[in-house]
């Protein structure tokens, strides 16, 4: 099982920052590609992030959030975390993480169709 938790705090004021820290009991992260999405009310799914297994650990990221978020695993804590600078109230919804095979090609993991394992999700809430 994989659980994403809020740490810190899930409520924030536009322009703060987040951790979001996701964790994985009886699996060892580094070996699956690591995702991250967000669903806000009303809206379908979408990709936030994502780290490569350990192999490579190449991450790749939304154009909304590319330059403000940043994917990072610690292989010791067996846990991926999502650090989100310059919150904007548009980045409100819930966000899960998601563990895919290492085999699995790139081009899957821009979508929650090409994950194998969901967190049970944390709310984000920006305030204007």
């Known amino acids: 099982e994989v659980a994403a938790a809020g740490v810190w705090g899930g409520l924030v004021q536009a322009g703060g920052s987040l951790r979001l820290s996701c964790a994985a009991s009886?699996?060892?992260?580094?070996?699956?590609?690591m995702g991250w999405f967000r669903q806000a009310p009303g809206k379908e799914r979408e990709f936030v992030g994502g780290?490569?297994?350990?192999?490579?650990?190449?991450?790749y990221y939304a154009v909304s959030v590319k330059g403000r978020f940043t994917i990072s695993r610690d292989n010791a804590k067996n846990t991926v975390d999502l650090q989100m600078n310059s919150l904007k109230p548009e980045d409100t919804a819930v966000y899960y993480c998601?563990?895919?095979?290492?085999?699995?090609?790139?081009?899957?993991?821009?979508?929650?169709?090409?994950?194998?394992?969901w967190g049970q999700g944390t709310q984000v809430t920006v305030s204007s």
């Open positions: 780290i490569r297994w350990s192999g490579s650990s190449n991450t």
């Open positions: 998601a563990a895919a095979s290492k085999t699995k090609i790139l081009s899957t993991l821009f979508t929650p169709g090409g994950y194998d394992y």
């Open positions: 009886g699996r060892t992260i580094s070996t699956y590609n």
